[in-house]
């Protein structure tokens, strides 16, 4: 029983609050822009996992000042997306070890269009 304890408490020390800021290129609050957080388990360590209580997974938009708070999930890889209308869709995989870390995206206007005719 006391190993179970023992895994428990390290599993509760390995979590992370994230704030993540998304803006424009003009430094610009972008409200209500979708952002989707998900923890990528390793799989080099399947031990690594985390029983039904444990969300891995948030999906949430922007306030009215560009910020989504994410609340406790499992620190190592986590996948952040953020999409916003009229503006690229951003997606990047984040190392985070810290206890909590702002993350903060700048999101770009679209591509113009090409046509290779």
Request: aromatic letters at 6%; proline letters at 6%; hydrophobic letters at 40%.
């Amino acid at each position: 029983m006391a190993g179970l304890g023992l895994s428990t408490a390290r599993a509760a020390e390995a979590m992370t609050e994230l704030e993540i800021t998304v803006k424009t290129p003009g430094g610009h609050a972008i409200d209500r822009a979708e952002v989707i957080v998900r923890w990528k388990a390793d799989p080099k360590h399947p031990a690594a996992r985390y029983n039904r209580a444990v969300n891995t997974t948030f999906e949430m938009r922007t306030n009215q000042d560009g910020i989504a708070k994410v609340p406790a999930i499992p620190q190592g890889k986590i996948l952040i997306q953020v999409n916003a209308k009229g503006y690229q869709t951003f997606g990047k995989v984040f190392e985070i070890d810290e206890g909590a870390r702002t993350i903060d995206v700048v999101l770009d206007p679209p591509q113009q269009q090409y046509s290779a005719h």
